[in-house]
């Protein structure tokens, strides 16, 4: 192991928001007769809000006003705010707090690097947001996943080189972020859409394991 931190994405990860997500772009998608279903998803994994809805909209034969896409986007944002109002510890995903306890007990810092601007709540909810050294903002990122520069905050504010950091992601855009930090990536997911990984597991549970022992 010679990793000195491990910086985390959060929805599809640490717990399963990335499906809630989903459930929020597709009711508001519908709303407006647009298709989208889990392969348009996969799109848009780590992608934020606003882009997020361009790429909703552009399936649409209709033109939006930027009053409009606020309107959407708030919208959406409200629809997810409920999804994600019960979250609990018990929401965790398997593996995941035994991975916090092994990075803490070797001394490895552990960061975030979520695009969500609700990953406060959610980290506060699942009862983890005393186990992150660093939480980036997603609010002041200048480029969004899959620009380097939410791996590169967290690494900065550790003091640390890409080289000495490893990142685990499930979105294709976060696994290119941090391969163009210079980092280590760890995958979850499909194979096929996160080929770039250095290592890729279907689920989270082997992350210890498979994941951060190996790499
Ligand atoms: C990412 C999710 O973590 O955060 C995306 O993978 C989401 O699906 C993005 O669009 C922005 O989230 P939010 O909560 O700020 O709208
Ligand atoms: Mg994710």
Same mark, same amino acid.
């Given at each position: 192991?010679?990793?000195?931190?491990?910086?985390?994405?959060?929805?599809?990860?640490?717990?399963?928001?990335?499906?809630?997500?989903?459930?929020?772009?597709?009711?508001?998608?519908?709303?407006?007769?647009?298709?989208?279903?889990?392969?348009?998803?996969?799109?848009?994994?780590?992608?934020?809000?606003?882009?997020?809805?361009?790429?909703?909209?552009?399936?649409?034969?209709?033109?939006?006003?930027?009053?409009?896409?606020?309107?959407?986007?708030?919208?959406?944002? %409200? =629809?997810?705010?409920?999804?994600?109002?019960? $979250?609990?510890? !018990?929401? @965790?995903?398997?593996?995941? &707090?035994?991975?916090? #306890?092994?990075?803490?007990?070797?001394?490895?810092?552990?960061?975030?690097?979520?695009?969500?601007?609700?990953?406060?709540?959610?980290?506060?909810?699942?009862?983890?947001?005393?186990?992150?050294?660093?939480?980036?903002?997603?609010?002041?990122?200048?480029?969004?996943?899959?620009?380097?520069?939410?791996?590169?905050?967290?690494?900065?504010?550790?003091?640390?080189?890409?080289?000495?950091?490893?990142?685990? %992601? =499930?979105?294709?855009?976060?696994?290119?972020? $941090?391969?163009? !930090?210079? @980092?280590?990536?760890?995958? &979850?997911?499909?194979? #096929?859409?996160?080929?770039?990984?250095?290592?890729?597991?279907?689920?989270?549970?082997?992350?210890?394991?498979?994941?951060?022992?190996?790499?």
């Amino acid at each position: 192991m010679d990793f000195k931190a491990c910086i985390f994405d959060l929805d599809g990860v640490i717990t399963d928001t990335a499906h809630y997500h989903f459930l929020a772009w597709q009711r508001l998608a519908h709303s407006l007769d647009i298709e989208f279903g889990l392969t348009d998803n996969d799109r848009l994994k780590g992608v934020g809000r606003m882009e997020s809805l361009e790429f909703i909209l552009a399936k649409s034969a209709r033109a939006f006003s930027d009053s409009e896409k606020e309107q959407l986007a708030h919208q959406k944002n %409200e =629809d997810y705010k409920d999804l994600i109002r019960e $979250i609990s510890p !018990a929401d @965790m995903l398997p593996g995941i &707090i035994p991975a916090f #306890d092994w990075l803490k007990g070797r001394g490895v810092k552990v960061g975030l690097a979520s695009a969500s601007r609700n990953a406060p709540v959610v980290i506060k909810g699942l009862g983890i947001a005393d186990v992150f050294d660093y939480v980036a903002d997603a609010g002041t990122i200048p480029n969004g996943k899959p620009a380097p520069d939410i791996f590169l905050d967290v690494a900065n504010a550790f003091g640390l080189d890409g080289h000495e950091c490893i990142g685990v %992601e =499930d979105a294709a855009a976060g696994v290119t972020a $941090i391969k163009a !930090a210079g @980092m280590r990536a760890i995958g &979850i997911g499909d194979r #096929d859409v996160l080929a770039h990984a250095d290592i890729v597991l279907a689920k989270t549970d082997r992350l210890l394991s498979e994941g951060l022992e190996r790499i």
